[in-house]
């Protein structure tokens, strides 16, 4: 059974600063791998999905990682800033299940 | 104009009712999935319907029921509400198959229910 957690629970940094996101994974037999974004109080948003057979995926300031055999993925986050204040939640599939997502990260950037 | 739709956004109940919350998707995507979100904020998943059919169910109590009218809406239909289903159930769809593809979830914004 997959199981996904995620390192930090929660992180405070100043705006400006890069900074690092971690997702383990038990199953390392994936699909792909999706980061998602959560405001309080609010839905889930897409950011990157990285298929399998993919390293790295890119948007803007993000940059998501994947290392398949280590059961690793990390959301690097350049140049942070306070709008960049979520909760992150990565999510795994394997193939035939649905996604199984991770606890989250809480960041706050401060200003 | 929204993606995926959920009514109400907040509800309010006592133990015992029957309630129903309703998604609705504009994507064209073919398989919509509901998910809980606990307080401790852990997302599980409780049902994916592709094409007006169940596809997987994961353990979940039957007093919880999807409703599917067609490809586009997808419903929650909970009898004899506890305690313990207070929690935020978030509708999200995907463009194929819940296990095919290279499917991006599009979700929506949540609909909290608080039973007392």
């Known amino acids: 059974k997959q199981e996904v957690t995620q390192i930090p629970a929660a992180l405070s940094v100043p705006e400006g600063e890069n900074l690092v996101l971690n997702c383990s994974f038990t199953?390392?037999?994936?699909?792909?791998l999706q980061w998602f974004r959560q405001d309080p109080g609010k839905g889930l948003t897409s950011l990157l999905l990285?298929?399998?057979?993919?390293r790295e995926q890119t948007s803007g300031r993000l940059n998501a990682s994947l290392d398949k055999s280590s059961g690793r993925s990390t959301l690097y986050i350049a140049a942070s800033q306070p709008g960049d204040s979520a909760t992150y939640l990565c999510?795994?599939?394997?193939?035939?299940?649905?996604?199984?997502f991770g606890p989250g990260t809480r960041l706050s950037v401060l200003p | 104009d929204t993606a995926v739709s959920q009514t109400p956004k907040y509800l309010v109940t006592q133990m015992g009712n029957d309630k129903s919350i309703k998604c609705e998707q504009n994507?064209?995507?073919?398989?919509m999935y509901w998910y809980k979100q606990d307080s401790k904020k852990f997302l599980k998943i409780m049902f994916s319907?592709?094409?007006?059919?169940?596809?997987i169910n994961e353990t979940v109590p039957n007093r919880f029921s999807p409703k599917s009218p067609d490809k586009a809406h997808l419903n929650l239909h909970i009898n004899s509400l506890e305690l313990g289903d207070s929690a935020v159930y978030f509708c999200?769809?995907?463009?194929?198959?819940?296990?095919?593809?290279?499917?991006?979830?599009?979700f929506g914004a949540g609909s909290r229910l608080t039973v007392l």
């Open positions: 999510a795994v599939r394997n193939y035939g299940q649905n996604f199984v």
């Open positions: 990285i298929q399998s057979s993919q």
């Open positions: 199953d390392s037999a994936i699909y792909n």
């Open positions: 319907y592709n094409n007006k059919e169940l596809i």
């Open positions: 999200a769809s995907s463009p194929g198959r819940s296990t095919s593809g290279a499917n991006v979830l599009t």
């Open positions: 994507l064209g995507h073919d398989t």
